[in-house]
Structure formats: C-alpha cells, structure tokens
C-alpha cells in the first residue's frame, strides 16, 4: 500500500502593510486679521499619524477667497504658485511632519478664506484630518491725511516789457496726519488770484513725494517761476495729491496757500 502523501503545511496568512493617517493644519500669523492690501502668512503643517508610509504626498491649497498667493516654501519636495499652490512632498514616514509656509496677500475687505488638503498614493486611515480650512478678517486700511505745511517763500522779481517775470524759492514739508500710511503722492503747485484752487489757475511745478507712515512728513525745497501783469496779488497753492489711490480721513487739509509779497 502506498504510503499517504503528505498534508502541505498551510501558507501564512499575509500580513497588509499598515495605512498612512495624513493630517493637515493652518496657523496663520497675523491671527485675527489683517489689513487690506497686506499680507498673511501661513504656516502648513503636514503629519504622518498612521504607522504606514505615505508616499507621493501632495498637498493642494486653492486660491483663498479675497486673496491670491504670493509664495509657497518647502524644506522636501517642492511647491508650484499659480491660481492655487501644489506642493509635492514626496515620502512621509510614520510620525514625520513637514511645516511649510505660504504667503497670501489679502486683496479686499471681507473674509479671506484659505484651505489645504492632502493626499498620498495609499489609503488613508482617517479622511476627515486630510483637509483644513482657516477664515481670517480683512479689515479696510486706516485712513491717511496729507496736509501740506508752508514754512517760507522768497520772491525775486524784474520787470520785462511790463510783465513781472518771478522767481519763487523756499520750503515746505507735507505731513501724513493721519492714523494709516500714505501712498507715494504727488504735490501740485499753482498760481492762483487768491486762496482757493480753481480750475483755471496755473500750474507751476509738480513734486514726488515718498510713501509716509502716520506721523511721518517729507520737506520739500519749493524752486517756483511765473510771468504775470505787475500790480497783481498772487498766491502760491500746493496740493497733496495721492491720485484717489488711498483713502483720507479730511481731503479739505490737501491744499495750503501762501500769499506772495
């Protein structure tokens, strides 16, 4: 009788390789709020939680609602800026995290709302911590104030066929009296039969002046000339003029008048 083949010892049961548990966080610095037309800066914070390898990690983040990106920085992988930002972080191990940081500049007063997911080629253990969402409030710019402040002029005169041909030099300084920054403006100068601006009045010279911060003022020195009928009394208008590219808390301050000896 043949003896009985032998009984295959059972193949072991394959053991699957542990998930990945991705994660996403948002901090923003500044917290609360920021500033229209500045901006924030996020700091994104990727983590492996899971016991398995997460491999071709990808992070994605759409264009924030009120704001667009101005930069996005990674210490593995790298980052494309677009309408959105897509960062490709390669492999995460168990318990590694990436911090990244991406830069948002807000560009209307509301809510700037930001979002990040993330994803891998491997299942995830948890989905739910594979997104996040931060709103920040964008508050309006503090209104700025340009007053521009007369300290002298001189007038140096002759007389040319009955006409006064002159030569108006000195100085003057232009203060941001109010409580937000000022754009890069201009000052205008005229010559005007009294102390208001008119359309009809002559322009004499233009000055740039600099972005102010509140508090802060600029001296400008005045080299002004003019032809005029003698006998005629003159006044020199400055006019702060920021080109409607910024809010003022009083435009009646924007002009001053010096009159003429």
Do not use: K
């Amino acid at each position: 009788t043949p003896a009985p083949a032998p009984i295959p010892a059972p193949s072991p049961t394959p053991i699957p390789a542990p998930d990945p548990d991705l994660a996403v966080d948002l901090y923003v610095t500044p917290y609360t709020s920021v500033e229209v037309r500045q901006t924030a800066s996020y700091r994104v914070t990727v983590t492996n939680h899971g016991a398995g390898i997460a491999t071709n990690v990808r992070l994605t983040m759409p264009r924030p609602q009120n704001g667009s990106f101005t930069s996005a920085t990674t210490p593995q992988g790298s980052c494309r800026r677009g309408t959105r930002v897509i960062c490709s972080l390669g492999i995460l191990g168990s318990g590694q995290e990436i911090v990244l940081t991406v830069v948002v500049r807000a560009n209307h007063v509301g809510s700037l709302l930001t979002s990040a997911s993330v994803q891998s080629t491997e299942s995830d253990v948890e989905d739910a911590n594979n997104q996040a969402s931060l709103e920040t409030l964008i508050r309006p710019r503090p209104p700025a104030n340009l007053v521009p402040v007369w300290d002298h002029l001189n007038q140096v005169c002759t007389v040319v066929r009955r006409q006064n041909r002159c030569r108006v030099t000195g100085s003057m300084s232009v203060e941001n009296q109010g409580e937000g920054a000022a754009v890069a403006s201009r000052v205008l100068f005229f010559l005007s039969g009294d102390e208001t601006r008119r359309s009809g009045d002559a322009s004499l010279r233009v000055y740039n002046i600099p972005a102010l911060a509140p508090g802060a003022s600029r001296t400008l020195s005045v080299d002004l000339s003019y032809t005029r009928p003698i006998g005629t009394q003159w006044f020199v208008i400055a006019y702060a003029d920021s080109g409607r590219r910024m809010t003022e808390s009083d435009e009646g301050d924007n002009e001053a008048a010096y009159q003429l000896p």
